[in-house]
């Protein structure tokens, strides 16, 4: 079946990448697609030249007041026509068979209703983003989902779109969203999604990345919003204490291998991955 795919860009301050980003998705094999860019409030000079050039074809591009990404993301699904949706950031690219391949994935195997692939980070740095196989204990103590993920429109629809109140972590709280719901997810173990970590100082990946106080409230806020889900899955409130007490406890005394490994496995499912599964 050739069924379309809306793929939503936000888009802001990203004259420099844009371009790049839009020519990823014009080579891909699978051509059903339209394009929607949405301009969080910058200048408009670059989009007008992208929208008056006809090789750029299934395109519209919308304009709103900066409001941030998940407002520009909620905005897009709003003009999408597609039955799957692909959110994609102005400055990412994804690799010719992006499209082909994640879309096979959902129309052959019916109960999977997100699909991914392996990423690997690009300009600042030249390496695999390790995404830790899905389990939903690790999943809800890490995300371990990109953004660019191919989803159905009408589970977009249904949880809601994107948490506008958050500032971070706002698709991490948008899949558990989805998850809660029971919706299985596949994860193409090929490197199809690059995501850019921009050499410039000022763009949101970089200064995100040591900001740890708002990301922990972030985080708070999410387990606060999904703390019976959580509790579902063995991570209720007494359990996470205890075993930062026990971490706290035993880390000065007796920090030997079996619970180190299941410090790690509960706290850090990537170094765990690295060092035991490895191993194993």
Request: aromatic residues 18%; charged residues 25%; proline residues 1%.
């Amino acid at each position: 079946m050739n069924e379309k795919i809306s793929i939503i860009i936000p888009y802001y301050k990203g004259e420099d990448y844009i371009f790049e980003t839009l020519e990823s998705v014009y080579s891909q094999s699978y051509q059903n697609f339209e394009i929607i860019i949405v301009n969080d409030g910058s200048d408009k000079t670059v989009l007008n030249s992208i929208e008056e050039n006809t090789r750029f074809y299934n395109l519209k591009i919308i304009h709103q007041s900066n409001s941030g990404q998940s407002s520009a993301r909620n905005h897009g699904a709003k003009y999408a026509t597609g039955k799957y949706i692909l959110f994609l950031d102005c400055d990412d690219l994804i690799e010719k068979t992006f499209l082909e391949k994640t879309i096979h994935i959902l129309q052959s195997k019916t109960e999977v209703r997100v699909c991914y692939t392996k990423g690997k980070f690009f300009e600042k740095t030249n390496k695999e983003w390790l995404l830790t196989p899905f389990n939903t204990v690790d999943f809800l103590i890490e995300n371990c989902i990109p953004i660019t993920a191919l989803i159905y429109r009408e589970d977009f629809e249904k949880v809601g779109g994107f948490d506008t109140q958050l500032n971070y972590y706002e698709d991490w709280d948008f899949w558990i969203s989805l998850i809660a719901k029971g919706i299985t997810v596949y994860k193409i173990d090929e490197f199809l999604f690059f995501y850019r970590i921009r050499n410039t100082t000022d763009s949101l990946t970089n200064t995100s990345i040591d900001n740890s106080s708002r990301l922990s409230d972030n985080f708070f806020e999410i387990y606060k919003k999904h703390y019976n889900f959580y509790k579902q899955n063995g991570l209720d409130f007494h359990t996470i204490m205890s075993l930062i007490r026990e971490n706290k406890k035993y880390k000065a005394k007796y920090y030997n291998e079996w619970y180190r490994k299941l410090i790690y496995q509960l706290f850090k499912p990537k170094k765990y991955a690295k060092i035991y599964k490895r191993s194993s």
